[in-house]
């Protein structure tokens, strides 16, 4: 199994971007997938995950902002981030779990700044 983020750019605050984690290989056996983020100087924070079963949670720095979400193929996991501001400034990684495997993917970079 291998993980791809991307999406990232450079975005103006109070504005979106959307990354995408796209899995290929066997995604039967991930059975949860996450995102985190890592500024720089400060640990990688866990801010979003979405189970196969479709339940979502969110970290309270980005609750109401980021939406989590698959794709009807279901081997793409989306982040949606909304309102961005200066300090969600950081790589973006996501992080697919399943029983027998932890995988990461490789990072993405989120830049916010006017």
């Known amino acids: 199994v291998q993980l791809q983020a991307s999406g990232g750019g450079l975005v103006h605050p109070g504005g979106s971007l959307r990354l995408s984690c796209a899995a290929s290989?066997?995604?039967?056996?991930?059975?949860?997938t996450y995102w985190y983020r890592q500024a720089p100087g400060k640990q990688r924070e866990l801010i979003a995950g979405?189970?196969?079963?479709?339940?979502?949670s969110y970290s309270p720095s980005v609750r109401g902002r980021f939406t989590i979400s698959r794709g009807d193929a279901k081997n793409v996991v989306y982040l949606q981030m909304n309102s961005l501001k200066s300090e969600d400034t950081a790589v973006y990684y996501c992080?697919?779990?399943?029983?027998?495997?932890?995988?990461w993917g490789q990072g993405t970079q989120v830049t916010v700044s006017s």
């Open positions: 992080k697919g779990v399943g029983p027998r495997l932890t995988i």
């Open positions: 290989g066997n995604i039967r056996s991930i059975s949860g």
């Open positions: 979405i189970t196969d079963g479709g339940s979502t």
